[in-house]
């Protein structure tokens, strides 16, 4: 294992990161378990990072850095310790440090596809399921939704496979040597989104399904056609109630010349089969790849931000326009994968989650609630340089997912870097979505966390459960970081 001192490591959007005393780049699960060793017999911080894709310090080590990307391979799964009803399922094991854009292509060879992603594909498979990372589908589960067993190292180096009780291991059969196997729903829903707390995650086993095939549309609208359908969620089915797999709005705040606000709908349907002549189906709006990929959109729109923002809300009615797509057809996770790879590092956001259950729909409350805001901006000469999107998630087991047993609504608000006053700007949406119980994504800027535990406590119906998991897991500390310390996670009372 290479263990670089002092190595200067940074998240995507280089805002959070800095000089490492120890960048560790461990290529097996012996090199984890010495790694914790070492760490805690020094009385020395430790944490995993995945790609720093998230924008808030959520993975920002202090002492160890614990890089996983060498160990990003598929592994074996041993078929014969595992119960009886899980034997026609899909099931994947795969160490945590493999992107998601590589497991992937791996599944692809097996035919297998994973049942949603978020739009990019650079996380790690052990960030996005740590921080619960989400696509878009009122069905559909966020990155945890999918995960069977959990393997990871804790303190002491003690290495813990975790699932839920009556999981998939015949504990009568369990065999693997110095694994603790811990059947229990606590353990296993606290441990699904653990923010890197709980400690080192070695390997999942995912359930996958059998390759599929989507459709996608890219439709127009206008904000007062779509606020309708999504407020009595007909939007999600098609007009004989059949349910559309997922859905995603994209809107721009700021008003067109009809007094209203430009929607692009994107819809995802499956297809039973690819159809045998897809050729001209294959490639999405070309125009708007194309551009979204040249760094000179980036860099012209930042400066367009700085020196001529009132141009703003025409452009991103335009972008919107240019979205506009009649139909791409690919197998699933090339279609979830929404591409403009190139600005989307250049921006970042905040996102939060709104409860759908019984009709509630404050995230339209606020999502309205900001283009007011939007709009309120402009005489001072501030904007907002990309379209907002409204993306749908199913309930999730995990306790620290926003979606706990209830679906979501995700408002997302980005800005491109380099838009002037933007983490003001932002705070100000974060303050509207709060006001509105919306709750923060963990790996989104969410700034309005801080010295705010109480926040945590109204929003989280198991964090007490929770976070007897991370004292039994972090009983020192050894795992957490400034975040984590700072939204005081194990102390809320
Ligand atoms: C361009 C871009 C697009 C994005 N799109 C989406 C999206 O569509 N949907 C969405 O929900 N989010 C999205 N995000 C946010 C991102 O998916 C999450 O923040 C995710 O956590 C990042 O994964 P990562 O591998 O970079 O993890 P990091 O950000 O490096 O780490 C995230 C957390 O995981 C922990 N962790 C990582 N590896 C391990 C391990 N082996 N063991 C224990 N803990 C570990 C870290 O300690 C940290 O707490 C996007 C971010 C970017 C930059």
Redesign the pocket.
Known sequence: MKIKLNKEWW???KKFGGTMPYYCLPKNLQDLIDLVKQAEAESKRI?????????SD??IPECYLVD?KKMDALLPLDRNSINEKYNNVNLVHVE??MSVQKFNKRMEHQSLCVKNM???DD??L???I??????TGIDLPSFPGMVRSILIVSHGGKCLRIEPKDGLTNPDKHSETGVELIQDDQFFNSSLVS??CF???YSFILEMEDMYYLEETKKLYQWSEVKPRLADRSLFHEADGTPIRGVMVQVNPYKNEDKDHTCIVVRHRILETMPSRYIGDATRNWISSVLSYFPLSYLYLKWVARNKPFKLPKMLDASLKSLRDKRYVNKGYRVLYQGAEYI??RAYDSEFAFDLSNGKNNFIKALEAMFKKAEENIPEGLYQTAPMGLRFVDQSPAYLSPEYGRQVAYIDTPFVKGTPRLDEQLFAYQEIMLSEDGIP?W??VNTILDGRPEIIKRYYPKLAEWQEVFNQLNPDRLFSNKFSDRLKLGDIV
């Open positions: 998240n995507t959007i944490k995993a990072v995945g790609s720093g894709h998230s924008f959520v993975a996983l945590g440090g978020g739009g990019l996380q790690t052990a960030g996005a740590s921080t619960g990372t989400h696509g923010l890197g400690g080192i995650i989307k590092k994504h790996g989104k």
